[in-house]
């Protein structure tokens, strides 16, 4: 069985500031793991993904994620936020890229004060 | 631009009322579709798996008859929210599965069900 865990149910940082989210998963097989962001009253849109080969993940609007398999962790991060980074991004997890549905963690709300 | 149609956006009706909702996958063939439903505040809940031409698999605890799938063709899926109260009231999202590209589901833009 696989399950995720986001530490923090609301993280706020300033403009600028480094954004960190954590995302802790269990997997009884090597997993796929994806960071999606949902606005108000939307669909999720894939931030970033990973599923073999380099650990460190760059997705879109400068995010990233480390994948440690160590620390089971692969946490969110962007070196500074912007306004339009408010919103809530969930953490999943798949046994695999072919269509098994995803398992999401409880989702973290940003808040980015100027 | 949106690959994963979903429609309505918003439905607000009586209860007993039965709801339909549409996912359509816009320029690929999707032979599997997933709805989840979200509660405010909280994270996506995998509902069933839809899977053209064949039955949906239901996750424990969804009720079949309560929530009708059907995956007629390739491109769309439906989600048929029967007799519906005021407890189904929520965040409906439909996602499908490319098979030609790598990302596992493209998600659709949900819908908001309001039953009063």
């Known amino acids: 069985a696989q399950s995720v865990t986001q530490l923090g149910s609301h993280v706020s940082v300033s403009e600028g500031a480094l954004v960190l989210l954590r995302c802790n998963y269990s997997?009884?097989?090597?997993?796929?793991l994806f960071w999606y962001v949902q606005y108000p009253n939307q669909g999720l849109q894939l931030l970033l993904k990973y599923t073999t080969g380099a650990t460190l993940v760059k997705g879109i609007n400068g995010f990233e994620a480390e994948f440690k398999k160590s620390e089971t962790s692969f946490h969110l991060t962007k070196p500074s936020a912007h306004m339009s980074d408010a919103a809530e991004y969930f953490c999943?997890?798949?046994?695999?890229?072919?269509?098994?549905?995803?398992?999401f963690g409880k989702g973290t709300t940003l808040s980015v004060s100027s | 631009g949106a690959v994963v149609s979903q429609h309505p956006s918003r439905v607000i009706c009586k209860s007993g009322t039965s709801v339909k909702i549409e996912c359509r996958s816009l320029d690929f063939q999707a032979t599997t579709m997933f709805w989840y439903r979200q509660f405010p505040k909280q994270s996506l809940m995998l509902m069933a798996t839809s899977n053209e031409g064949s039955k949906a698999t239901y996750e424990q605890g969804v009720e079949k008859d309560k929530f009708l799938i059907n995956h007629a063709s390739l491109t769309l899926s439906t989600l048929t929210v029967t007799s519906a109260h005021p407890e189904d009231s929520s965040f409906y999202i439909c996602?499908?599965?490319?098979?030609?590209?790598?990302?596992?589901?493209?998600f659709g833009d949900g819908t908001r069900l309001s039953i009063l």
């Open positions: 996602s499908a599965r490319d098979p030609r590209g790598d990302q596992p589901q493209h």
């Open positions: 999943a997890v798949s046994e695999n890229q072919a269509g098994t549905a995803l398992i």
């Open positions: 997997s009884s097989v090597p997993p796929y």
